[in-house]
């Protein structure tokens, strides 16, 4: 099985934690909030205290990570579908991610991980708010 970070692990994200983590994923869950971890552990997924505004934090978190989960779709703040998505993007190139659930929230992102995905190869799955995010995540690690 994989391990997947969820970027970040509020409701949704927790949801999806309990899924994969019942399938037998190796979930890593990011929350800006360190009060956040004891709801994060009980569903299943390891607590990481990061905040995608600022990437650099996020980095440990990838750490043996085989798929990212940007569920971000409900936070239409320009720079996080903006200039902090393409940082990530760029930052993964040097990781283990072999693949990007990105839950689109302005066009621009969809354009950034489509980039991505052409100029370095990472598979992408975008997704609408609120989608079947594990559904894409299993379509990238071929098991849907």
Same mark, same amino acid.
């Given at each position: 099985?994989?391990?997947?970070?969820?970027?970040?692990?509020?409701?949704?994200?927790?949801?999806?934690?309990?899924? +994969?983590?019942? %399938? *037998?994923?190796?979930?890593? *869950?990011?929350?800006? &909030? $360190?009060?956040?971890? $004891?709801?994060? %552990?009980?569903?299943?997924? #390891?607590? @990481?205290?990061?905040?995608?505004?600022?990437?650099?934090? +996020?980095?440990?978190?990838?750490?043996?990570?085989?798929?990212?989960?940007?569920?971000?779709?409900?936070? $239409?703040?320009? #720079?996080?579908? *903006?200039?902090?998505?393409?940082? !990530?993007? #760029?930052? +993964?190139? &040097?990781?283990?991610?072999?693949?990007?659930? @990105?839950?689109?929230?302005?066009?621009?992102?969809?354009?950034?991980?489509? &980039?991505?995905?052409?100029?370095?190869?990472?598979?992408?799955?975008?997704? #609408?708010? *609120?989608? &079947?995010?594990?559904?894409?995540?299993?379509? !990238?690690?071929?098991?849907?």
């Amino acid at each position: 099985m994989a391990r997947v970070l969820i970027v970040a692990c509020g409701c949704r994200g927790q949801a999806l934690a309990r899924e +994969l983590s019942a %399938a *037998g994923h190796a979930v890593r *869950g990011t929350t800006r &909030d $360190p009060a956040r971890t $004891p709801a994060i %552990a009980a569903a299943g997924a #390891e607590p @990481y205290v990061g905040d995608p505004d600022r990437i650099g934090t +996020l980095m440990g978190a990838l750490a043996g990570v085989t798929v990212v989960c940007w569920l971000l779709g409900t936070v $239409p703040i320009a #720079e996080l579908h *903006g200039g902090r998505l393409r940082m !990530l993007f #760029e930052k +993964l190139v &040097d990781t283990p991610v072999r693949g990007v659930v @990105y839950e689109a929230a302005l066009p621009e992102g969809e354009a950034i991980a489509s &980039d991505a995905s052409e100029r370095w190869r990472i598979p992408v799955a975008v997704i #609408e708010p *609120g989608a &079947d995010a594990r559904a894409a995540v299993d379509r !990238l690690l071929g098991l849907g």
